[in-house]
């Protein structure tokens, strides 16, 4: 594959810095220590990532696909498919594929419960070289299930792009035992250092944040 870049480039940490930006923008990204929200695990965190918002944003969404893109292109080069995590990324997943010109496939979080049975939708050949789309990376569980299930129907997955991480220890620690590396176009850093310079929190609100995003399991228990 041919490597170049889609849109316009910019270093590693002001794309990071600007999608969180974009992401506070559109409501996608939202903060708040002193009414944390309870995500399904019933984890309490002061921050909530809903990433479906940036379909709904035309130019947020041309950044998006063309970020993802680069991110394929500049490590996973030798790509033969793309797969999107059901059903956040699929979307992101169809979009990227489309502009790299490369065969889509989706994973389900089960198998379908009706007529073939089936978990991965689309055409995957054995040994395909695979990058999964992923929105969104929190303990990475779910991420590495749809890895597993790609490995086990014959797909070499040689890595996973997405839109933002927490960057929980947790989750790096899998990936690393998984083999998988996983680039996203934003992280919790980035956000953090935005909602400063937005005055968003103040300094001595940092050392929270840190302790939820070191140990989100039991903060505030």
Not at 34 to 58: I, M
């Amino acid at each position: 594959m041919q490597v170049f870049r889609f849109g316009v480039g910019l270093d590693i940490m002001s794309t990071s810095k600007h999608f969180a930006e974009k992401l506070l923008q559109i409501n996608a990204l939202q903060m708040n220590l002193q009414k944390p929200y309870t995500w399904a695990s019933g984890w309490h965190s002061p921050v909530y990532c809903d990433n479906r918002k940036v379909l709904s944003y035309p130019y947020v969404r041309d950044f998006v696909k063309s970020e993802l893109a680069n991110m394929v292109l500049e490590h996973f080069p030798d790509a033969d498919v793309i797969a999107g995590v059901a059903t956040a990324g699929i979307a992101i997943g169809v979009m990227t594929a489309d502009l790299l010109k490369l065969p889509f496939i989706y994973v389900r979080s089960k198998p379908k419960e009706h007529g073939m049975g089936n978990m991965i939708e689309g055409v995957l050949e054995r040994g395909q070289k695979t990058v999964v789309i992923e929105d969104l990376i929190s303990t990475g569980k779910s991420s590495l299930q749809v890895v597993e299930a790609l490995r086990e129907n014959g797909a070499e997955v040689v890595g996973m792009v997405g839109l933002f991480t927490y960057g929980f220890p947790v989750a790096d620690e899998a990936f690393a035992k998984a083999g998988v590396p996983l680039y996203t176009i934003s992280n919790y850093k980035a956000l953090m250092e935005v909602a400063q310079e937005k005055k968003m929190i103040q300094t001595e609100q940092l050392s929270t944040l840190e302790e939820w995003r070191m140990d989100p399991g039991n903060w505030r228990k």
